[in-house]
């Protein structure tokens, strides 16, 4: 995975644990093993007060992984242009809470193909691909 300077994944969670290898460049993480506020979700926060009450904050440097654990909250900057090869596993802890995000996504991904048809996607093509792709992907 590829991704620019400044790149920032604003504060989520996801329920399965996963790595990633930094091939080359630099990134910055923030992690909260409790629940962020909710209207943080979605937005990469700066806030000094929010920042400050992460529990643990990494400088990941090029040759370097880090692995997320299962259902910590984290947001990341790249702090340079980075190369990385990104890893998820669902283990026995995770797997109850991965099944219903994957059941939760493909809803969203569901209302956003209806959504697409009622407002005049006219390539019936397309809206099939997307649902057989994640049908295989569930």
Do not use: C
């Not at 979605?42 to 692995?67: C, I, N, P």
């Not at 654990?69 to 947001?75: E, L, T, V, Y």
């Not at 596993?89 to 956003?112: C, F, G, R």
Request: glycine share 4%; no cysteine.
């Amino acid at each position: 995975l590829f991704s620019d300077l400044n790149l920032r994944f604003a504060p989520f969670f996801l329920p399965y644990l996963f790595g990633i290898k930094l091939l080359v460049g630099k990134k910055l993480w923030h992690f909260w093993k409790e629940a962020i506020p909710e209207h943080l979700l979605g937005t990469y926060s700066e806030d000094e007060e929010f920042l400050k009450s992460a529990d643990f904050v990494v400088t990941q440097e090029s040759g370097e992984t880090m692995f997320v654990p299962s259902g910590w909250f984290h947001q990341v900057m790249n702090l340079e242009d980075t190369i990385s090869i990104n890893h998820n596993w669902i283990n026995e802890a995770s797997i109850q809470n991965t099944w219903q995000h994957l059941v939760d996504e493909l809803k969203l991904v569901e209302n956003e193909l209806e959504y697409l048809h009622r407002n005049g996607l006219q390539n019936l093509y397309l809206s099939l691909f997307f649902i057989q792709t994640d049908q295989k992907i569930i």
